[in-house]
């Protein structure tokens, strides 16, 4: 059990240095190009840890300058998880290559491994606090747990899922493949636009290579908010703002060109948009058709949380006031897909039980 521990320590260890080693980096061009007659050498550092709790989807509390306004940062790109699951999985790989299997249960190793990667998140969240930027720490625990706890189901022996889940898996990547297809769409029709804003921000080419890559990270994001839009329900783009099919109402919004995409009118048309969720619930139900009872409920119900989940991820404030709502609203979301999806679902399990009905008689 000793050297579980110690191997799950260092290797935690290791996967946090080995974001934000690069991080730092980033941060430390950022500094040095935008100068500071205040800052100091602990800037760049600070801002490469807050960087790494960014991906962990950590949310900030700010103090803007320089009355001290509050302001908040929950509007993470859900993209950006991706560095530290990847880092984890292949840390953890290599601490059970360490190992050589002296260990009893993989899981207990797995559980090890998760929480001092919590922990140590945890202390440079609470650590890396400062007057204007605060890392709400007490989430830290949480999102990294999760984060290093699933990353780590994927290495060794794996868990396998209950046909409910799996069931539920492939719909969630049909919905959000099939949005990032029309993110995708929809980026090339409106790239002069996009390139216009691009060319206002005037971010040079290391700030434009930076700017690519927040944008990308931000896709999952997009998808979700397209997701919402062609649900009925639409996206908000700051405080008091509406995107919708039926309604819009949408002011000065902030110059990131993957806005660039944003209808600039009611299209109503778009509710077409609404028989795509219906199709899914048709197809889940012929997915479970055959799941006893309680399995073909909890396919539904994993559906339907999973998507409420990337509403949440996909969703919240961007630093002001004025841009407190961002993304998607995530009660009107999970209600939409709930009716339109459930809709599919109970007419298609309907149809089918008639069907099995007749064929057994």
């Given at each position: 059990?000793q050297?579980?521990?110690?191997?799950s320590?260092?290797?935690?260890?290791?996967?946090?240095?080995?974001?934000?080693?690069?991080?730092?980096?980033i941060?430390?061009i950022?500094?040095?190009?935008?100068?500071?007659?205040?800052?100091?050498?602990?800037?760049?550092?600070?801002?490469a840890?807050?960087?790494?709790?960014?991906?962990?989807h950590?949310?900030?509390?700010?103090?803007l300058?320089?009355?001290?306004?509050?302001?908040?940062?929950?509007?993470?790109p859900?993209?950006?998880?991706?560095?530290?699951?990847m880092?984890i999985?292949?840390?953890f790989?290599?601490?059970?290559?360490?190992?050589k299997?002296?260990?009893?249960?993989?899981?207990?190793v797995r559980?090890t491994?998760?929480?001092f990667?919590?922990?140590?998140?945890?202390?440079?969240?609470?650590?890396?606090?400062?007057?204007?930027?605060?890392?709400?720490?007490?989430?830290a625990?949480?999102f990294?747990?999760?984060?290093?706890?699933?990353?780590?189901?994927?290495?060794?022996?794996?868990?396998?899922?209950?046909?409910?889940?799996?069931?539920?898996?492939?719909?969630?990547?049909?919905?959000?493949g099939?949005?990032?297809?029309?993110?995708?769409?929809?980026?090339?029709?409106?790239?002069?636009?996009?390139?216009?804003?691009?060319?206002?921000?005037?971010?040079?080419?290391?700030?434009?290579?930076?700017?690519?890559?927040?944008?990308?990270?931000?896709?999952?994001?997009?998808?979700?908010?397209?997701?919402?839009y062609?649900?009925?329900t639409?996206?908000?783009?700051g405080?008091?703002?509406?995107?919708?099919?039926?309604?819009?109402?949408?002011?000065?919004?902030?110059?990131?060109p993957?806005?660039?995409?944003l209808?600039?009118?009611?299209?109503?048309?778009?509710l077409?948009?609404?028989?795509?969720?219906?199709?899914?619930?048709?197809?889940?139900?012929?997915?479970?058709?055959?799941?006893?009872?309680?399995r073909?409920?909890?396919?539904f119900?994993?559906?339907?949380a999973?998507?409420?989940?990337?509403?949440?991820?996909?969703?919240?404030?961007?630093?002001?006031?004025?841009?407190?709502?961002?993304?998607?609203s995530?009660w009107?979301?999970?209600?939409?897909?709930?009716?339109?999806?459930?809709?599919?679902?109970?007419?298609a399990?309907?149809i089918?039980n008639?069907?099995?009905?007749?064929?057994?008689?």
């Open positions: 059990m050297r579980v521990l110690s191997v320590l260092s290797h935690a260890l290791r996967s946090a240095a080995f974001l934000i080693l690069p991080f730092s980096f941060a430390l950022a500094w040095a190009t935008a100068g500071s007659a205040s800052g100091s050498t602990t800037d760049p550092i600070r801002g840890v807050w960087i790494w709790l960014g991906a962990h950590i949310p900030f509390q700010l103090s300058p320089p009355t001290g306004v509050a302001g908040y940062l929950t509007y993470l859900i993209g950006a998880v991706f560095l530290p699951f880092v999985r292949t840390s790989q290599r601490a059970l290559d360490r190992l299997g002296d260990y009893h249960d993989i899981n207990s559980l491994f998760s929480i990667y919590a922990l140590l998140t945890t202390a440079l969240a609470f650590a890396s606090r400062s007057t204007s930027i605060s890392p709400q720490w007490y989430l625990p949480v990294a747990f999760l984060i290093a706890l699933f990353a780590t189901m994927t290495v060794g022996v794996r868990l396998s899922p209950s046909p409910a889940l799996r069931t539920a898996s492939r719909i969630l990547a049909l919905i959000l099939t949005s990032l297809i029309a993110v995708s769409i929809l980026i090339w029709i409106n790239f002069s636009q996009i390139k216009d804003i691009t060319i206002s921000l005037q971010p040079g080419i290391f700030g434009g290579v930076l700017l690519l890559l927040l944008n990308i990270l931000y896709l999952p994001n997009a998808a979700i908010a397209l997701a919402a062609f649900s009925g639409g996206l908000a783009v405080a008091g703002t509406i995107v919708s099919p039926w309604w819009y109402e949408l002011g000065q919004i902030p110059a990131l993957l806005l660039g995409i209808p600039v009118n009611r299209q109503p048309l778009a077409f948009g609404i028989a795509f969720f219906i199709a899914i619930g048709v197809l889940l139900a012929y997915l479970t058709d055959g799941f006893e009872l309680s073909y409920l909890q396919t119900i994993f559906v339907i999973g998507l409420t989940l990337l509403a949440y991820l996909g969703s919240g404030s961007l630093i002001t006031a004025e841009m407190g709502a961002v993304g998607v995530i009107k979301f999970a209600l939409s897909i709930f009716i339109e999806i459930g809709l599919g679902f109970l007419s399990t309907l089918l008639k069907v099995n009905t007749r064929k057994s008689s």
